[in-house]
Protein backbone atom coordinates (compact mmCIF):
# COMPACT_ATOMS: atom_id res chain seq x y z
CA UNK A 1 0.00 0.00 0.00
CA UNK A 2 1.12 3.34 -1.00
CA UNK A 3 -0.32 6.91 -0.40
CA UNK A 4 0.64 8.24 -4.30
CA UNK A 5 1.30 5.98 -7.25
CA UNK A 6 2.10 8.40 -9.92
CA UNK A 7 2.14 6.11 -13.64
CA UNK A 8 5.14 7.79 -15.51
CA UNK A 9 8.34 8.87 -15.08
CA UNK A 10 8.45 12.21 -16.86
CA UNK A 11 8.60 15.76 -16.83
CA UNK A 12 5.13 15.84 -14.72
CA UNK A 13 5.74 12.58 -13.32
CA UNK A 14 8.96 13.26 -11.87
CA UNK A 15 8.00 16.82 -10.53
CA UNK A 16 4.46 16.10 -8.69
CA UNK A 17 5.80 12.49 -6.93
CA UNK A 18 8.76 15.04 -5.54
CA UNK A 19 6.26 17.38 -4.26
CA UNK A 20 3.96 15.29 -2.86
CA UNK A 21 6.38 13.36 -1.29
CA UNK A 22 8.07 16.72 0.04
CA UNK A 23 4.72 17.18 2.04
CA UNK A 24 4.96 13.77 3.77
CA UNK A 25 3.30 11.30 1.47
CA UNK A 26 4.32 7.80 0.35
CA UNK A 27 5.16 7.95 -3.03
CA UNK A 28 5.55 5.26 -5.55
CA UNK A 29 6.46 6.25 -9.04
CA UNK A 30 5.99 3.24 -12.00
CA UNK A 31 7.47 3.89 -15.53
CA UNK A 32 8.04 1.39 -18.42
CA UNK A 33 10.58 2.49 -19.70
CA UNK A 34 14.33 1.19 -18.29
CA UNK A 35 14.76 4.90 -17.37
CA UNK A 36 13.35 8.17 -16.49
CA UNK A 37 12.75 11.20 -18.56
CA UNK A 38 12.84 9.58 -22.27
CA UNK A 39 11.26 12.58 -24.12
CA UNK A 40 13.44 15.36 -21.26
CA UNK A 41 16.46 13.55 -22.73
CA UNK A 42 15.83 14.80 -26.05
CA UNK A 43 14.13 17.97 -25.98
CA UNK A 44 15.39 21.06 -26.97
CA UNK A 45 18.45 19.16 -29.39
CA UNK A 46 19.61 17.23 -25.80
CA UNK A 47 19.60 20.46 -23.99
CA UNK A 48 16.26 20.95 -22.72
CA UNK A 49 14.00 24.16 -23.23
CA UNK A 50 12.73 23.58 -20.06
CA UNK A 51 10.83 26.34 -19.88
CA UNK A 52 9.57 30.34 -21.29
CA UNK A 53 10.02 33.52 -19.30
CA UNK A 54 6.78 34.68 -21.39
CA UNK A 55 4.71 31.74 -20.29
CA UNK A 56 0.53 32.31 -19.63
CA UNK A 57 -2.57 30.54 -20.56
CA UNK A 58 -2.71 32.00 -23.86
CA UNK A 59 0.09 30.35 -24.91
CA UNK A 60 -2.24 26.57 -24.66
CA UNK A 61 -4.60 25.21 -27.08
CA UNK A 62 -7.20 23.41 -25.25
CA UNK A 63 -11.39 23.18 -25.28
CA UNK A 64 -11.22 25.03 -21.83
CA UNK A 65 -8.75 27.51 -22.48
CA UNK A 66 -8.90 29.32 -19.44
CA UNK A 67 -8.36 25.72 -17.19
CA UNK A 68 -4.57 26.38 -17.30
CA UNK A 69 -4.52 29.60 -15.64
CA UNK A 70 -4.75 28.82 -12.28
CA UNK A 71 -1.86 26.24 -12.40
CA UNK A 72 0.67 28.34 -14.38
CA UNK A 73 -0.26 31.41 -12.45
CA UNK A 74 0.20 29.34 -8.94
CA UNK A 75 4.40 27.94 -10.42
CA UNK A 76 6.09 30.16 -12.48
CA UNK A 77 8.55 30.06 -14.53
CA UNK A 78 10.44 31.63 -12.07
CA UNK A 79 9.73 29.25 -9.74
CA UNK A 80 10.95 26.83 -12.31
CA UNK A 81 14.23 28.20 -12.57
CA UNK A 82 14.89 29.29 -9.08
CA UNK A 83 15.01 25.01 -8.75
CA UNK A 84 17.56 25.02 -11.68
CA UNK A 85 19.61 27.73 -10.03
CA UNK A 86 20.03 26.04 -6.54
CA UNK A 87 21.32 22.47 -8.67
CA UNK A 88 23.84 24.97 -10.10
CA UNK A 89 22.71 24.09 -13.40
CA UNK A 90 23.91 26.94 -16.03
CA UNK A 91 21.55 28.05 -18.82
CA UNK A 92 20.72 30.69 -21.14
CA UNK A 93 18.14 32.40 -22.78
CA UNK A 94 17.61 31.96 -26.98
CA UNK A 95 14.49 33.63 -28.76
CA UNK A 96 11.09 34.21 -28.03
CA UNK A 97 12.22 33.79 -23.86
CA UNK A 98 13.01 30.25 -24.14
CA UNK A 99 15.59 28.56 -21.65
CA UNK A 100 18.03 25.76 -22.75
CA UNK A 101 20.68 24.36 -20.33
CA UNK A 102 23.98 25.12 -21.05
CA UNK A 103 24.76 21.60 -20.77
CA UNK A 104 22.62 18.46 -21.12
CA UNK A 105 19.13 17.78 -20.72
CA UNK A 106 20.27 14.63 -18.59
CA UNK A 107 20.93 17.44 -15.43
CA UNK A 108 17.17 18.19 -15.46
CA UNK A 109 16.34 14.34 -15.62
CA UNK A 110 19.37 14.08 -12.54
CA UNK A 111 17.94 17.13 -10.62
CA UNK A 112 14.33 15.60 -10.63
CA UNK A 113 15.72 12.13 -9.37
CA UNK A 114 17.13 13.74 -6.58
CA UNK A 115 14.61 15.49 -5.69
CA UNK A 116 12.77 12.30 -5.68
CA UNK A 117 15.61 10.36 -4.00
CA UNK A 118 15.44 13.24 -1.24
CA UNK A 119 11.72 12.32 0.01
CA UNK A 120 12.42 8.71 -0.40
CA UNK A 121 9.89 8.67 -3.33
CA UNK A 122 10.26 5.16 -4.95
CA UNK A 123 11.38 4.94 -8.27
CA UNK A 124 10.42 1.56 -10.42
CA UNK A 125 11.30 1.11 -13.97
CA UNK A 126 10.09 -1.42 -16.17
CA UNK A 127 7.06 -1.82 -14.83
CA UNK A 128 3.86 -2.15 -17.48
CA UNK A 129 0.36 -1.14 -16.30
CA UNK A 130 -2.32 -2.79 -17.37
CA UNK A 131 -5.18 -1.63 -16.16
CA UNK A 132 -6.50 0.75 -12.95
CA UNK A 133 -9.52 -0.34 -10.74
CA UNK A 134 -11.06 0.50 -7.54
CA UNK A 135 -12.55 -0.68 -4.29
CA UNK A 136 -12.13 1.21 -1.06
CA UNK A 137 -8.21 2.02 -2.68
CA UNK A 138 -6.94 1.57 -6.37
CA UNK A 139 -5.94 -1.30 -7.70
CA UNK A 140 -2.42 -1.10 -9.84
CA UNK A 141 -2.22 -4.15 -11.91
CA UNK A 142 0.45 -4.64 -13.87
CA UNK A 143 2.74 -7.51 -15.99
CA UNK A 144 4.11 -8.75 -12.24
CA UNK A 145 1.48 -7.65 -9.51
CA UNK A 146 -0.90 -5.78 -7.94
CA UNK A 147 0.03 -2.49 -6.56
CA UNK A 148 -2.51 -0.70 -3.95
CA UNK A 149 -2.68 3.11 -3.87
CA UNK A 150 -5.26 5.48 -2.05
CA UNK A 151 -4.40 8.35 -4.94
CA UNK A 152 -3.02 7.79 -8.82
CA UNK A 153 -1.75 10.55 -10.71
CA UNK A 154 -1.66 10.05 -14.38
CA UNK A 155 1.03 11.35 -16.25
CA UNK A 156 1.69 8.97 -18.51
CA UNK A 157 2.13 11.69 -21.18
CA UNK A 158 0.84 11.34 -25.03
CA UNK A 159 1.30 9.35 -28.28
CA UNK A 160 3.64 11.86 -29.61
CA UNK A 161 7.65 10.48 -30.38
CA UNK A 162 6.05 6.28 -30.27
CA UNK A 163 10.05 5.18 -30.44
CA UNK A 164 10.66 6.61 -27.04
CA UNK A 165 7.26 4.37 -25.46
CA UNK A 166 4.42 6.59 -25.82
CA UNK A 167 1.36 4.53 -25.49
CA UNK A 168 -2.41 4.73 -24.83
CA UNK A 169 -2.48 3.39 -21.22
CA UNK A 170 -3.75 6.99 -19.38
CA UNK A 171 -6.65 7.24 -22.14
CA UNK A 172 -8.40 3.84 -21.54
CA UNK A 173 -7.39 3.99 -17.64
CA UNK A 174 -9.46 7.43 -17.90
CA UNK A 175 -12.28 6.17 -20.04
CA UNK A 176 -12.26 2.89 -17.44
CA UNK A 177 -13.09 5.22 -15.14
CA UNK A 178 -16.13 7.22 -17.63
CA UNK A 179 -13.70 10.17 -18.01
CA UNK A 180 -14.03 11.92 -21.46
CA UNK A 181 -11.19 12.34 -23.86
CA UNK A 182 -10.53 15.07 -26.53
CA UNK A 183 -9.39 12.82 -29.50
CA UNK A 184 -5.82 12.86 -29.32
CA UNK A 185 -3.87 14.18 -32.48
CA UNK A 186 -0.21 14.98 -33.76
CA UNK A 187 0.54 18.87 -32.57
CA UNK A 188 3.33 20.52 -33.12
CA UNK A 189 3.80 18.40 -36.21
CA UNK A 190 5.66 18.89 -39.71
CA UNK A 191 2.70 18.75 -42.33
CA UNK A 192 3.11 16.88 -45.66
CA UNK A 193 1.44 17.36 -49.20
CA UNK A 194 0.51 15.62 -52.22
CA UNK A 195 2.87 14.80 -55.13
CA UNK A 196 2.54 17.35 -56.78
CA UNK A 197 3.44 19.88 -54.20
CA UNK A 198 6.57 17.30 -53.81
CA UNK A 199 7.50 17.46 -57.36
CA UNK A 200 7.28 21.03 -57.52
CA UNK A 201 9.53 22.32 -54.23
CA UNK A 202 11.01 18.96 -53.24
CA UNK A 203 14.44 20.41 -54.76
CA UNK A 204 14.36 22.88 -51.79
CA UNK A 205 14.20 20.08 -49.03
CA UNK A 206 16.77 21.65 -46.42
CA UNK A 207 16.38 25.45 -47.36
CA UNK A 208 14.90 27.64 -44.74
CA UNK A 209 13.01 31.04 -44.60
CA UNK A 210 11.53 33.63 -42.34
CA UNK A 211 8.03 33.32 -42.41
CA UNK A 212 4.56 34.15 -41.13
CA UNK A 213 2.72 31.39 -40.72
CA UNK A 214 -1.22 31.39 -40.21
CA UNK A 215 -3.77 28.87 -39.20
CA UNK A 216 -7.26 29.06 -38.52
CA UNK A 217 -6.70 32.54 -35.90
CA UNK A 218 -3.55 32.01 -35.23
CA UNK A 219 -0.14 33.58 -36.44
CA UNK A 220 3.53 32.79 -36.16
CA UNK A 221 6.49 34.59 -37.18
CA UNK A 222 9.47 32.04 -37.34
CA UNK A 223 11.56 29.90 -39.82
CA UNK A 224 10.06 27.83 -42.15
CA UNK A 225 11.67 24.78 -43.53
CA UNK A 226 11.30 22.94 -46.70
CA UNK A 227 11.46 19.34 -46.45
CA UNK A 228 11.37 16.15 -49.07
CA UNK A 229 7.66 15.73 -48.21
CA UNK A 230 6.16 19.09 -47.27
CA UNK A 231 6.82 21.96 -44.62
CA UNK A 232 8.56 22.16 -40.98
CA UNK A 233 10.19 24.72 -39.12
CA UNK A 234 9.01 26.52 -35.73
CA UNK A 235 6.79 28.40 -37.46
CA UNK A 236 5.05 25.37 -39.02
CA UNK A 237 4.88 23.14 -36.16
CA UNK A 238 3.22 25.83 -34.02
CA UNK A 239 0.88 26.43 -36.79
CA UNK A 240 0.25 22.09 -37.22
CA UNK A 241 -1.52 22.80 -33.81
CA UNK A 242 -4.42 24.72 -35.53
CA UNK A 243 -4.20 23.53 -38.61
CA UNK A 244 -7.36 21.04 -39.30
CA UNK A 245 -7.64 18.99 -42.46
CA UNK A 246 -9.31 20.52 -45.18
CA UNK A 247 -8.01 23.76 -43.80
CA UNK A 248 -5.19 25.90 -45.72
CA UNK A 249 -2.22 27.40 -44.32
CA UNK A 250 -1.34 30.88 -45.35
CA UNK A 251 2.13 32.11 -45.52
CA UNK A 252 3.91 35.26 -45.67
CA UNK A 253 7.52 34.76 -47.07
CA UNK A 254 8.06 38.63 -47.34
CA UNK A 255 6.88 39.78 -44.00
CA UNK A 256 6.69 43.18 -43.26
CA UNK A 257 8.26 44.07 -46.89
CA UNK A 258 6.31 46.33 -49.24
CA UNK A 259 6.78 46.95 -53.12
CA UNK A 260 8.35 50.86 -52.15
CA UNK A 261 10.22 49.62 -49.97
CA UNK A 262 11.68 47.02 -51.64
CA UNK A 263 11.26 48.89 -54.98
CA UNK A 264 11.72 52.65 -54.31
CA UNK A 265 12.84 53.92 -57.88
CA UNK A 266 11.49 51.28 -60.13
CA UNK A 267 12.31 53.26 -63.15
CA UNK A 268 15.91 53.28 -62.38
CA UNK A 269 16.67 49.79 -61.34
CA UNK A 270 17.76 47.51 -63.73
CA UNK A 271 18.01 44.25 -62.33
CA UNK A 272 15.58 41.43 -62.74
CA UNK A 273 13.00 41.23 -60.20
CA UNK A 274 14.02 37.58 -59.44
CA UNK A 275 17.63 39.54 -58.50
CA UNK A 276 16.28 41.53 -56.37
CA UNK A 277 14.02 39.59 -54.49
CA UNK A 278 16.90 36.64 -53.90
CA UNK A 279 18.64 39.85 -51.49
CA UNK A 280 15.65 38.64 -49.05
CA UNK A 281 14.87 35.09 -50.02
CA UNK A 282 16.98 32.20 -50.87
CA UNK A 283 17.72 31.78 -54.25
CA UNK A 284 16.57 28.76 -55.07
CA UNK A 285 13.09 29.34 -53.49
CA UNK A 286 12.47 32.47 -55.70
CA UNK A 287 14.06 30.41 -59.11
CA UNK A 288 11.07 27.97 -58.28
CA UNK A 289 8.07 30.71 -58.42
CA UNK A 290 5.96 30.22 -60.90
CA UNK A 291 5.73 33.78 -62.52
CA UNK A 292 7.16 35.17 -65.29
CA UNK A 293 7.42 38.44 -64.60
CA UNK A 294 10.00 37.75 -62.05
CA UNK A 295 12.68 37.34 -65.27
CA UNK A 296 12.17 40.87 -66.20
CA UNK A 297 13.74 43.80 -65.40
CA UNK A 298 11.88 45.88 -62.33
CA UNK A 299 12.29 49.06 -64.96
CA UNK A 300 10.07 47.58 -66.88
CA UNK A 301 7.21 46.60 -64.67
CA UNK A 302 4.56 49.07 -63.25
CA UNK A 303 3.87 49.72 -59.99
CA UNK A 304 1.03 47.61 -60.09
CA UNK A 305 2.58 44.68 -61.81
CA UNK A 306 5.83 44.93 -59.14
CA UNK A 307 3.05 44.74 -55.79
CA UNK A 308 0.97 42.12 -57.63
CA UNK A 309 4.65 40.20 -57.50
CA UNK A 310 5.31 40.55 -54.11
CA UNK A 311 1.47 40.30 -53.32
CA UNK A 312 1.66 36.66 -54.21
CA UNK A 313 4.87 35.97 -51.83
CA UNK A 314 2.60 37.68 -49.18
CA UNK A 315 -0.50 35.46 -49.69
CA UNK A 316 0.87 32.03 -50.34
CA UNK A 317 -1.59 29.47 -49.74
CA UNK A 318 -0.85 25.62 -49.29
CA UNK A 319 -3.35 23.18 -48.88
CA UNK A 320 -1.79 20.75 -46.97
CA UNK A 321 -2.43 16.63 -47.02
CA UNK A 322 -1.76 15.53 -43.57
CA UNK A 323 1.36 15.79 -41.02
CA UNK A 324 4.14 13.17 -40.80
CA UNK A 325 2.09 12.05 -37.73
CA UNK A 326 2.78 10.40 -34.30
CA UNK A 327 6.75 9.50 -35.02
CA UNK A 328 7.34 13.01 -35.81
CA UNK A 329 4.74 15.12 -33.55
CA UNK A 330 6.56 17.17 -30.43
CA UNK A 331 3.41 16.51 -28.56
CA UNK A 332 0.01 15.26 -28.68
CA UNK A 333 -3.36 17.75 -28.71
CA UNK A 334 -6.31 16.82 -27.19
CA UNK A 335 -6.17 14.33 -24.10
CA UNK A 336 -8.55 14.10 -21.03
CA UNK A 337 -10.84 16.47 -20.99
CA UNK A 338 -10.49 19.29 -18.70
CA UNK A 339 -14.09 19.76 -17.62
CA UNK A 340 -13.42 16.35 -15.89
CA UNK A 341 -10.35 17.88 -13.85
CA UNK A 342 -10.24 20.54 -11.19
CA UNK A 343 -8.25 23.24 -12.51
CA UNK A 344 -6.39 23.79 -9.05
CA UNK A 345 -5.44 20.69 -8.27
CA UNK A 346 -6.20 17.96 -10.93
CA UNK A 347 -8.16 16.28 -9.28
CA UNK A 348 -10.89 14.09 -11.33
CA UNK A 349 -14.05 15.55 -10.01
CA UNK A 350 -16.17 12.28 -10.72
CA UNK A 351 -13.77 10.07 -9.25
CA UNK A 352 -11.68 11.09 -6.19
CA UNK A 353 -8.18 10.62 -5.88
CA UNK A 354 -7.87 9.86 -9.54
CA UNK A 355 -5.64 12.99 -10.67
CA UNK A 356 -4.51 13.55 -14.37
CA UNK A 357 -1.21 15.99 -15.37
CA UNK A 358 0.75 17.07 -17.95
CA UNK A 359 0.56 16.29 -21.81
CA UNK A 360 -2.20 13.56 -21.44
CA UNK A 361 -4.70 16.26 -20.40
CA UNK A 362 -6.26 18.44 -23.23
CA UNK A 363 -4.05 21.18 -22.61
CA UNK A 364 -1.48 21.76 -25.34
CA UNK A 365 1.55 24.32 -25.05
CA UNK A 366 3.16 26.21 -28.20
CA UNK A 367 6.65 25.19 -29.28
CA UNK A 368 9.21 26.60 -27.23
CA UNK A 369 9.53 25.74 -23.77
CA UNK A 370 5.51 25.86 -22.65
CA UNK A 371 4.54 22.33 -22.44
CA UNK A 372 7.56 22.14 -19.64
CA UNK A 373 6.29 24.45 -18.28
CA UNK A 374 2.39 23.29 -18.01
CA UNK A 375 4.11 19.67 -17.18
CA UNK A 376 5.78 21.65 -13.68
CA UNK A 377 2.89 23.52 -13.01
CA UNK A 378 -0.10 21.13 -13.26
CA UNK A 379 2.46 18.48 -11.66
CA UNK A 380 2.97 20.71 -8.52
CA UNK A 381 -0.80 21.42 -8.24
CA UNK A 382 -1.35 17.88 -8.19
CA UNK A 383 1.62 16.92 -5.69
CA UNK A 384 0.26 19.86 -3.31
CA UNK A 385 -3.27 18.80 -2.93
CA UNK A 386 -1.91 15.41 -2.31
CA UNK A 387 -1.04 16.32 1.26
Known amino acids: MTDVAVLGAGAAGLMCASVAAAHGRSVMVLEHNDRPGAKIRISGGGRCNFTNIGTSHRNFISRNPEFCRSALA ?83 GGLSIPKLGASDVGYRIARHFGLSIVPPEPALVPVT ?45 QASSYWHAGEAMRIDLLPEIDSQELFPQPNREHRTVQNVLSTLLPRRVVEHWDDPRLQQRVDQLSRRALADVLAAFHAWSVQASGTEGYAKAEVTRGGIDTYELSQTTMECRRMPGLYAIGEVVDVTGWLGGYNFQWAWASAVAAGKALQ
Not at 89 to 108: N, P, R, V, Y
Not at 207 to 219: E, R
Request: aromatic share 10%; glycine share 8%.
Open 193 to 237: FDASFESRWGALSGVSVDAVVSAGDAVFRENLLFTHRGLSGPAIL
Open 74 to 156: RYTPRDFIDLVDSYGIAWHEKTLGQLFCDGSAQQIIDMLVAECNQHNVGLHYGINVRRVTKTDVFHIETTSTTINARNVVIAT
